[in-house]
């Protein structure tokens, strides 16, 4: 089955500056691959999603970049913000079930 | 809508007690989920319904057990707790759309097993 690996599990930047968290997944025939945020005491919340026939989708200030050869996707939030502090969850998906990746907790200093 | 609901939001129970976390959802989805997160960890799937009647095991379902007899309900039931179970429960909906899903979750359910 679907497994997802998820890089870093705890990050910390510097309110305005870049965050990138990197996902990996084993199962080829994946085809979509949503990110979702979890603020502390909520569930998840779906952030950004990218399908497999797109390479990168952009919203706002949050991106998400996609390579089917090597089977790794990105989320990248440019100008963080205080609110962008939460843990942030990958995964991927063929069909009826997501496999989500550990999780990464952004801390954003100001 | 008020989207996907879980009640209780927090229960502490004893070891061999049994309980039934609720969950419902008003947005007509077919697919209904139930993971749990343990402290600092991903979520892990327990069982999931693609419909009415219709479950089927995850990646961890020892324990616990589900029904569907509707489209909006899908109840999980801890048969003798055990403090392994102590986690947060979250359930989620989605409808398979263009053979894509965004799945919408609850706010949680934290149980305690002492």
């Known amino acids: 089955g679907e497994n997802v690996e998820q890089h870093p599990s705890t990050l910390s930047v510097q309110e305005g500056d870049s965050a990138v968290i990197k996902c990996t997944y084993s199962d080829s025939a994946s085809n979509y691959f949503p990110w979702y945020k979890q603020e502390l005491g909520k569930g998840p919340q779906l952030i950004i999603d990218i399908r497999s026939n797109v390479g990168e989708k952009k919203d706002q200030r949050i991106a998400v970049t996609l390579n089917k050869t090597a089977k790794h996707f990105s989320l990248h939030i440019t100008e963080t913000q205080p609110e962008d502090s939460a843990v942030y969850f990958c995964a991927a998906t063929t069909a009826q079930k997501l496999v989500f990746g550990q999780g990464t907790r952004l801390t954003i200093n100001p | 809508n008020a989207g996907v609901t879980q009640t209780p939001k927090f229960r502490i129970l004893k070891i061999g007690q049994s309980m039934t976390l609720q969950c419902a959802q008003d947005?007509?989805?077919?697919?209904m989920y139930w993971y749990r997160q343990d402290p600092g960890m991903g979520l892990k799937l327990i069982y999931y319904?693609?419909?009415?009647?219709?479950?089927d095991k995850g990646e961890v379902p020892n324990g616990y057990n589900v029904s569907r007899s509707t489209t909006e309900d899908f109840p999980l039931r801890l048969e003798l707790a055990a403090p392994s179970q102590t986690s947060v429960y979250f359930c989620a909906s989605s409808v398979l759309a263009g053979g894509l899903q965004t799945q919408y979750f609850g706010p949680g359910t934290r149980l305690l097993v002492l």
């Open positions: 319904s693609v419909g009415a009647g219709i479950t």
């Open positions: 947005m007509n989805h077919n697919y």
